[in-house]
């Protein structure tokens, strides 16, 4: 597969980390009464969808970014490549 | 004074090598100095590259020349860099701190890599067998940086001349990344 | 119809004319006591021990496409019972025992082969390790003998022991395990529930469930509605997207695991074996082709296909211990689904939802536990309650920090 | 002995002549010939035997197709099985063996198995051998498995070396034939960066096979000319010898080039090169297959496919008959007979499934318009057929055609469905082509000349319009379109005999009834069950066959009975060619540490740990067992001081505003009040709440901290923390940079150790107790102002520091300390005595940080804070992980003192039996210790902590091991910590 690194350009998927679903950004709050539940959800429970997926990659032999990867689970077409940090900004200025 | 020297080894012990039609040889004396942007710190990291270097900060993939073009910055990420310039010792860290003061965040990195030079006509087809990038002078001219995967090695390569690379790879692996590189050359000639 | 080496003598000198169908090819009824959704390897186990331990007849086996065409018919084909965890090893080595009965049992021949497992090991900790294993094993009534290097050289003389990256040190060998021929397992299990009465209902697709104040009444399907007081899902690789018709949200990612076979060679391999420090693992079919595997792709995927760098790395490790294969050649490969799940390990329970069971999360290691699988979601659906063996395959473990992670990486699917 | 089939014309060059062998038997060919042409021109029609009943085979095809001449080439560790004949390059010396047969080749006492071929019918093996249950595997299993398989592998290792490499392109050409010269040409001309790979050693594919004119010139002549063209263009790489076979996500596709396989010996340099190449659009000209038809004895050697017939007498100049036969259901056969009459060789027949004129006038033929053959004649080589209406002819080589399957294969590598057409009665390329693929020419189904080199010119075009380049590729080569009709003919009803479908697996017409009347209907079943397609052809001439007579006996559809999907490779790819480089001690890269030179001087023994080589013990003169060695290394350094080498610890530099909180984050403890110049000790849980990683980070500043990790988690530890940075807490100042290789690292232990670094340490920097006490840090100079960094941490247990220097100096540093250690004898210690040391003082490592184990396990529950944020600790409290009984480490002595602990031993309490329901737990680490004179050992056992001085067995089964233990405290030395802080 070949990742469009949003700074980097295409590359090979081979230099990057699989790590999951873009969720595992969203860590709950460890004070909220529900803590336990939340956790266990964000942790363990998937939506493993067939079809668009965002996910979790690492460039780990690139640029060490974090990037947050669209991508179709039945034919692995990459429709969007964002970088996770950006995301994750934008994701706690809606909270 | 001491009753014990200490003396620098380079991983390589200065390796030097020609072929038909390529060169190998270990760049010593190298430094290598990473700089961190500090979050919101961008401004300033670009004001003090201009005041000391007179140049830009790199973006990531790319790389930026002083204007005396004895130091070359490496665009490792959007918040990373790398100066790399000619260096004797260890106090290489000392000069990129004095020259950018409290811009930025700095870690030594000579020690961390090896660093090859492989040039020639053919270098580009005894890079062919273990780079993905594309070394196409068109695709990679110089003013770029590329960081992959190469033999199950990490190495950041980048154009210094034409037909001229720079390898940098781990200096614990050094020896095997050498390997490497022969086993290209000798597959190619 | 009985097979036996008579009838084949009998049938050939007749033309093979006189075979019967292996299963009927019957159109739905509108309802039944248990349906259970997939027909691979797990699902027909499952109807055929309903039927044959259970005595329950009046069953569907609802199958998308056609029967076995799941990871049953996809995988590498290795039987083993040699794990760690109590919450493991008396499943697998339940499983194991159905195997060693399972021809005669179902009268068609898997081909089970017990030509030995071998797990190699490269450093200290990964021996100290397999000791703290072989004794679970033993523990729970398991074969498992632990090999110095001499012993594994003396067993695979072709093993790389002299110019190896990673040099052996030993392994550890379950002289019960072996291979068996995936194919014949659905085929042998479809045989032998559509003759106690079970349909076998191909090309039909669940598109949902049939919900009334909260139980599950049945499945809706591409051939209409066919109720029933049970339904049993057992379609790992789409968990995912089937139990997502229920609304349910499962501790499973699917993932694409590749497999590889060899042109046929004249016998090479003793057995099974696996690789301790790269990703492979291999064995010899009784057509001659070596069958192997390694790691998963490690994305989310519901492909059946992978990609090149888990290729070469499978193959690496091949070289890496038996560098004598380097001119045979790679036949073909091909990609399986995994539910991979959140700790390595399978569920067989009851959902939140009245009369809807589960049976998934199998990961890579489906194939060996398809017996016990069978079993014990069987038991589970007769009884309502879990066989003694498959006590700890709760879907709320993970609430309860009930993990049974043999590999220890965690909540990270694509490691185990 | 003569090539008596060598006809003229023909491209090998005649004037060079190439020595050979074939089971001993000597021949000549000449250059240009494969071995199987080779073979034929010497009249060796019979080339191997069938994989079930052992029949005579001769080569069907004269391509990557070919199902039965399967040669074993070259000898000893070059020994390669299953080698097809039909693409094999000859050269000087070649040796090559049948296989598959006991006995002789021609006399295969194997071949039995075909007059009891009818009670081996497909999947008889599912229905018998399943009494008496033991006969399995020591009977019935074993002579399968003789019986199958192939080839033979000679059990060396392969002696030929193997490379990899990575191309790019805007237009990969898959295949030289004319639609991909033609699209090659075309994109070349445009300046488009262009790769065109063809399996053949002779760029062209048909052209060469067929008497076709382009440009007016033989279409040979001008692939020729176009292959000299491209080759001479810096933009285009004109790859002959290589395989596409596979097509993979995202315009990546596997390609094999075959280096030297044509040659007597590699010479030392790759054999093959196995190339991932980045396209940004491919174009798929692979062109087409054709099938045979089924009818009785179709299998017999010297029954043919008429393209190859065709392609042995115009591209080989050899005849593999005097008196050939043409069986054709489509107008390309007749090419055959009028091609071959014109190189005067004999035809003695045409007969054609069609009613009609004759396509063309035969000399000295007879025209069968309207015929069928029923059966063949000739057991090792046919020398007659009889035909349905009786008639017998006499032909000693037999030409057919069923009609051509396009090569659609890679076009289903993605699992794109192919497109059925009923015009030409086949599958061509679906709608969902893997992306950037188009298809042109034969393979999709654009057979006639003039077209398919259009077909390939528009191709490249649209490409290159695409990614915004201009076509300038010039005006497409002239060409006629021949006549190519056909008309769809399966099989020959009337055949009595066996008909064959897949012929390498003996797969026949009757086994497809059978497996229909067995309810073996799918496609997939079909395969399964008959093992059809299954085999090293992968059924490229049968399963069409196979799925026709399937669509009639159900009374469906072909394209409704489905297709089979394909899989990479299109074509087998050695296991040496995927692994590359990666073999034997190149498998994987090594790291070194810096003292490794000085350690091999010193003779240390080296363990693997991940990538790294460590030194594991220093053997000194006389020590005959690495106890002597290790107990000694253990005794100095406990008794004076010791120095190892802990390069290998992962080192991460931190820094930024909110370093401090960061780590406080991703540690359980707390590190925000860690005071500058002081190093903690921290444990990291996964968010699962198991312990991750352990190891102590230092505060250089207010915003600068430095972390160690074990040697294994340095890579995942960087990975978490850069998750936790980027996706966690985006707004925090913290920045991250590996320095594990930049600095060598040495632990200096024992009651001597600040004795010795005070010798190296310049004397600016005072590293008394009081100005630098236990958990201090600096940097500080070494040697007359080298930079270095100090730490007082131990892991022994006794008055210790790591000191490290820039890797550079690592080797004079070891040198220096070891110098200067001289008088209070100090000793170098390897991983072992590091071991024994670590397990004596009762700190956990590798064996009991599992993955599977919590802080409370450990007995480091009260360092997980509840007053903070931290990763792991809100789900470390789920109740499963916090039982009253849970499993505890302490440490573990034999009652009986003499006795050796097993590392892997389960605990059972006295008296219970051994049974997994009495487990307690495991003996994780032990060791002899030296101080104590005993035996020693780590482990985790239920409520550990709360059972010190009870009895209990450690449980060793798989050594037949069952002893007493006594439960102690795990720290065995030192309890107190005295000896860290004096």
């Known amino acids: 597969m070949i990742i469009n690194h949003p700074h980097l350009g295409p590359r090979d998927a081979q230099e990057f980390v699989y790590l999951g679903d873009a969720s595992l950004m969203d860590r709950p709050d460890w004070q909220d009464e529900n803590a336990a539940d939340n956790f266990h959800d964000y942790l363990y429970l998937r939506d493993n969808p067939d079809g668009e997926h965002r996910e979790l990659w690492y460039h780990e032999q690139g640029d060490r970014s974090w990037l947050v990867v669209t991508r179709n689970t039945l034919t692995h077409e990459i429709t969007r490549v964002e970088l996770a940090r950006d995301v994750a900004i934008a994701m706690r200025r809606r909270k | 004074m001491s009753e014990y020297t200490m003396t620098a080894l380079p991983a390589l012990g200065g390796y030097q090598a020609s072929f038909d039609g390529v060169t190998l040889q270990e760049v010593t004396a190298t430094a290598i100095v990473s700089i961190a942007i500090p979050l919101g710190g961008d401004d300033a990291m670009a004001k003090a590259l201009q005041d000391a270097y007179g140049t830009a900060i790199p973006r990531a993939g790319h790389t930026s020349l002083a204007n005396d073009g004895a130091t070359r910055f490496l665009g490792m990420s959007s918040e990373q860099m790398f100066a790399v310039f000619d260096h004797a010792g260890a106090h290489a860290l000392d000069v990129i701190a004095g020259n950018l003061k409290d811009a930025g965040y ?28 594309d070394l196409n002078s068109a695709a990679f001219p110089q003013g770029k940086v590329a960081r992959t995967t190469m033999e199950h090695l990490g190495v950041i390569i980048y154009p210094d001349d034409t037909d001229s690379f720079i390898l940098l790879s781990g200096s614990s692996s050094a020896g095997s990344f050498l390997h490497a590189l022969e086993t290209s050359i000798h597959n190619i000639l | ?141 398991a074969d498992a003998v632990l090999l110095d290097a001499d012993g594994v050289r003396e067993m695979c003389p072709f093993l790389d022991f002299d110019n ?106 003793p057995g099974v074996i696996t690789f301790g420090a790269g990703h492979f693992y291999v064995s010899q079919s009784d057509k001659g082709g070596l069958v192997f595997g390694g790691d998963i792709d490690g994305y989310n995927t519901y492909a059946q296909r992978g990609n090149l ?36 390990s399978p569920f067989i329970d009851k959902t939140h939802i009245d009369g809807l069971y589960f049976n998934g999360g199998w990961c890579y290691g489906g194939f060996k536990a398809t017996p016990a699988s069978g079993f014990c979601f069987a038991h589970l659906l007769a009884k309502d309650e879990p066989h003694p063996t498959a006590t700890k395959y709760r879907l709320d473990r993970f609430r309860r920090g009930a993990m049974i992670d043999e590999k220890g990486v965690g909540a990270q699917p694509n490691l185990h | 002995m003569t090539q008596k089939n060598r006809i003229t014309g023909g491209l090998v060059d005649r004037s060079t002549t190439l020595n050979f062998s074939f089971n001993g038997n000597r021949f000549q060919g000449h250059p240009g010939d494969t071995l199987a042409s080779a073979l034929l021109a010497n009249g060796q029609i019979m080339m191997g035997r069938s994989f079930k009943y052992h029949r005579p085979r001769g080569a069907l095809s004269a391509g990557s197709e070919e199902p039965n001449a399967l040669v074993q080439l070259r000898k000893g560790s070059h020994q390669e099985p299953n080698t097809r004949a039909t693409v094999a390059e000859l050269f000087e010396g070649l040796e090559a063996t049948s296989q598959n047969h006991r006995g002789s080749l021609e006399n295969d006492f194997m071949e039995i198995t075909d007059l009891f071929s009818r009670f081996l019918s497909a999947g008889f093996y599912y229905k018998t051998f399943m009494w008496p249950k033991s006969f399995w595997e020591k009977v019935y299993e074993p002579i399968i498995r003789h019986s199958a398989g192939l080839g033979r592998i000679s059990f060396e290792p392969d002696p030929d070396i193997y490379d990899k490499g990575f191309l790019h392109c805007d237009l990969l050409v898959i295949g030289g034939g004319p639609a991909g010269l033609s699209a090659a040409l075309a994109a070349g001309r445009s300046g488009a960066r262009v790769i065109i790979a063809d399996e053949d050693f002779m760029i062209g594919g048909r052209l060469n096979a067929e008497t076709l004119e382009v440009d007016g010139i033989s279409g040979s002549e001008w692939a020729a000319r176009a292959a000299v063209e491209l080759a001479a263009m810096d933009n285009v790489r004109l790859m002959a010898r290589t395989t596409v076979y596979g097509a993979y996500d995202h315009g990546i596709y596997g390609a094999l080039e075959r280096v030297t396989d044509h040659l007597v010996t590699s010479n030392g340099k790759p054999r093959q090169i196995l190339w991932r190449v980045y396209s940004r659009r491919a174009v798929l000209c692979a062109g087409a297959t054709e099938r045979p038809i089924a009818f009785g004895n179709n299998d017999r050697p010297g029954v043919m496919l008429a393209g190859a017939v065709r392609a042995y007498a115009n591209r080989w100049g050899v005849s593999p008959g005097k008196r050939v036969a043409i069986f054709t259901n489509n107008d390309d056969g007749w090419r055959t007979a009028s091609d071959l009459s014109r190189q005067g060789v004999n035809i003695s027949a045409v007969i054609d499934t069609r009613d009609g004129e004759p396509r063309a006038q035969i000399p000295g033929a007879t025209i069968a318009m309207g015929g069928r053959v029923m059966d063949t004649r000739g057991r090792k080589a046919i020398h007659s057929i009889k035909l349905v209406d009786g008639r017998t002819i006499d032909a000693d080589c037999l030409a057919v055609s069923g009609g051509w399957n396009p090569n659609i294969h890679l076009t289903g590598h993605q699992r794109g469905r192919p497109a059925w057409r009923e015009d030409i009665s086949t599958f061509v390329p679906g709608q969902d082509l893997p992306a950037g693929m188009s298809v042109a020419g034969a393979a999709n189904g654009t057979f006639t000349l003039a077209a398919a080199l259009a077909e390939g010119h528009a191709a490249s075009d649209r490409a290159l319009s695409d990614l915004g380049m201009t076509p300038k590729g010039g005006d497409i080569a002239k060409a006629e379109d021949e006549a ?73 559809t072909i394209p409704e009975t489905g297709t089979t999907i394909f899989r990479p490779p299109y074509t087998p790819i050695p296991m040496g060619a995927l692994a590359g480089r990666s073999r034997g001690k190149d498998f994987r890269p090594y790291r070194l540490t810096p003292s490794h030179k000085w350690a091999e001087e010193q003779g240390a023994i080296f363990v693997t740990t991940g990538m790294w080589l460590r030194s594991q013990w220093f053997p000194q003169p006389g020590e005959t067992h690495w106890r002597e060695s290790v107990d000694r290394e253990v005794a100095a350094t406990r008794g004076s001081v010791g120095i190892c080498d802990v390069t290998t610890l992962g080192k991460i530099d931190i820094q930024g505003r909110d370093a401090a909180e960061f780590l406080n984050k991703v540690y359980v403890n707390g590190f925000a009040t860690l005071d500058v110049g002081k190093v903690r000790y921290g444990l990291m849980l996964r968010e699962d709440g198991m312990a991750m990683d352990d190891g102590t980070t230092a505060r250089l500043g207010k915003n600068h901290f430095v972390m160690t990790t074990t040697t294994a988690n340095a890579g995942p530890v960087f990975r978490h923390m850069e998750f936790c940075r980027q996706c966690l807490w985006p707004d925090m100042d913290v920045h991250l940079i590996s320095t594990t290789d930049g600095w060598a690292q040495f632990a200096v232990a024992g009651p001597n150790a600040r004795k010795l670094l005070q010798k190296v340490v310049d004397s600016d920097h005072s590293i008394t107790n009081e100005d630098f006490p236990f958990m201090a840090c600096g940097e500080i100079t070494v040697c007359g102002g080298t930079t270095a960094r100090l730490f007082r941490i131990s892991f022994s247990g006794e008055l210790a520091y790591e000191i490290a220097v820039p890797a550079r100096y690592g080797d004079s540093l070891i040198r220096a300390l070891m110098a200067a250690g001289e008088e209070f ?95 307690e737990g495991w003996m994780s680490s032990v060791t002899f210790s030296p101080e104590l004179g005993h035996s020693i050992g780590l482990g985790f056992i239920k409520s550990g902590q709360e059972r010190m001085g009870e009895i209990v067995r450690a449980v060793d089964l798989v050594h037949n091991k069952d002893i007493e233990v006594e439960i102690v405290s795990p720290h065995f030395i030192d309890p107190e910590g005295d000896r860290l802080r004096v």
């Open chain 2, 106 to 133: 700095y870690t030594l990195q000579s020690d961390n890599w090896v660093a090859l030079r492989i040039s020639g006509p053919r270098s580009r087809d005894a890079l062919e067998r273990i780079c993905p990038i």
């Open chain 4, 825 to 919: 004898n100090v000793v170098a210690y390897g991983t072992e005595a590091l071991g024994v040391m670590r397990i004596e003082k009762g700190h956990a490592a590798g064996n009991e940080l599992t993955g599977q184990t919590t802080a409370a396990n450990l007995g480091m529950g009260r360092m997980v804070s509840k007053k903070k944020d931290c990763i792991g600790n809100v789900l470390s409290e789920r109740p499963a992980l916090n039982q009253d009984d849970d499993l505890r480490l302490v440490g573990f002595k034999p009652v009986n003192k003499s006795e050796a602990l097993a590392s892997g031993a389960h605990f059972i309490a006295r008296g219970k039996s051994a049974v997994m329901a009495n487990d």
């Open chain 4, 484 to 556: 190519a009709n056909v008309t769809a003919f399966w099989h020959v009803s009337e055949s009595k005999a066996r008909a064959w479908l897949d012929q390498q697996n003996d797969v026949t017409v009757k086994d497809i009834k059978l497996a229909h009347r067995e309810s073996f209907r799918s496609v997939e079943h079909l395969k399964r069950y008959t093992t059809l397609g299954m085999a090293t052809d992968q059924g490229k001439t049968a399963n069409m066959l196979a799925l026709a007579l399937m669509a009639e006996c159900t009374g469906k």
């Open chain 3, 309 to 344: 760098p888990v290729v070469e790395d499978v193959c690496e490790g091949g070289m890496a211990i038996m560098p004598m294969i380097g001119r045979t050649r790679l036949l073909r490969s091909w990609g399986g689904i995994m539910d991979m799940s959140m700790d390595g």
């Open chain 3, 1 to 141: 119809m009985g097979y036996s080496g008579w009838k084949v003598i009998w049938q050939g000198l007749t033309g093979n004319t006189g075979w019967k169908p292996a299963w009927r090819e019957p159109d739905p009824k509108p309802s039944y006591d248990v349906i259970i959704v997939g027909a691979g390897g797990h699902g027909l186990a499952a109807a055929y021990y309903l039927a044959k331990e259970f005595g329950i007849t009046n069953v569907a086996v609802i199958e998308k496409g056609w029967l076995g065409s799941g990871n049953i018919g996809r995988n590498t084909t290795i039987i083993r019972s040699n794990y760690l965890l109590p919450g493991n090893e008396p499943f697998y080595e339940f499983s194991m025992k159905l195997w060693e009965g399972l021809e005669q049992d179902f009268n068609y021949n898997a081909m089970v082969s017990q030509r030995g497992i071998l797990n190699l090991c490269h450093s200290d900790p990964q021996r100290d390790a397999f000791n703290r294993r072989g004794n679970s094993m033993r523990l729970a009534g």
């Open chain 3, 164 to 269: 190896a990256r990673f040099p052996i040190k030993g392994g550890i060998l379950q002289p019960r395990g072996g291979t068996v021929r995936h194919d014949a397992v659905a085929w042998g299990y479809a045989r032998g529930a559509d003759s106690q009465g079970v349909d076998i209902i191909q090309n039909c697709e669940v598109t949902g469930f049939v919900m009334e104040s909260g139980v599950c009444m049945g499945v809706e399907t591409n051939r209409g509605t066919i109720r029933a007081k049970k339904v049993g899902v057992a379609v790992a690789g789409s968990s995912g997207r089937v139990m997502a018709k229920a609304g349910m949200r499962l501790p499973i990612e699917s993932h694409v695991l590749q497999a590889f076979v060899t042109e046929g060679l004249k016998p090479v391999l």
